[in-house]
């Protein structure tokens, strides 16, 4: 699978958008970008994946860039509790392995 | 309520008394695995399952044993636990079809001594 780059740190004002960077410039074709998050000491919590288009849930967006070789996820309205690690992976999909590898992440801190 | 339940939450034990950590699902899936999680090594895969009797190794799969009998329950085993075992991990289970990528468990802060 495709290594990924994060920033370590970020901050982010409350009710602002918080965007969150993550290089993966050695994806290929049939890779789908994954994104978690980790609240503390608590089990990492699935948020979003998308494998060219730009995708968007309850939670979060993700946008892919054209060339596929960056994307960032974007909480439109960041509160107190979205203050959490978030982890972008890169991995083939959908289900011919379980193998599913995190890197160091982005931490994560919204300010009132 | 779908989740994966991990038992004990919390653990302390003695180097080389075998123990088990119990992980079951509710959700029907096909995947489970288990990670550790070290301050300054992130989250790292030991095992992990894509079906029943199907096991393949993570990254540090030194000094466990899993298994996968039947479809739900998925036990990580320390034989001879060590001190460098002391960690907290978390059991994943995933129905990779959907796209989902895993649901986690609460986590088993263990401690051998």
């Known amino acids: 699978d495709a290594k990924t780059t994060q920033p370590p740190s970020m901050d982010c004002a409350e009710g602002r958008a918080a965007n969150l960077p993550c290089n993966h410039s050695?994806?290929?074709?049939?890779?789908?970008v994954y994104w978690y998050r980790q609240i503390h000491s608590q089990g990492p919590q699935y948020i979003i994946h998308?494998?060219?288009n730009n995708e968007t849930n309850e939670m979060a967006s993700l946008i892919i860039t054209e060339d596929r070789k960056s994307s960032t996820l974007i909480l439109p309205h960041a509160t107190l509790r979205d203050t959490a690690v978030y982890y972008c992976?890169?991995?083939?999909?959908?289900?011919?392995?379980?193998?599913?590898?995190f890197g160091q992440g982005t931490t994560l801190q919204v300010k009132p | 309520e779908a989740q994966v339940t991990q038992n004990p939450r919390y653990l302390i034990t003695v180097t080389g008394k075998k123990l088990t950590v119990t992980c079951s699902q509710n959700m029907n899936h096909e995947y489970m695995s288990w990670y550790r999680q070290d301050p300054g090594l992130g989250l790292r895969q030991i095992y992990y399952s894509m079906n029943v009797e199907v096991t393949d190794k993570g990254d540090v799969p030194e000094g466990y044993k899993v298994s996968r009998k039947e479809k739900r329950n998925f036990p990580l085993i320390l034989e001879s636990p060590s001190p460098n075992q002391t960690s907290l991990y978390f059991c994943a289970s995933s129905n990779w079809a959907a796209g989902y990528g895993y649901t986690f468990g609460s986590g088993t802060r263990l401690t051998v001594v």
């Open positions: 998308g494998l060219k």
């Open positions: 992976i890169v991995r083939v999909g959908l289900g011919n392995t379980g193998k599913l590898i």
């Open positions: 050695t994806i290929s074709g049939n890779e789908y």
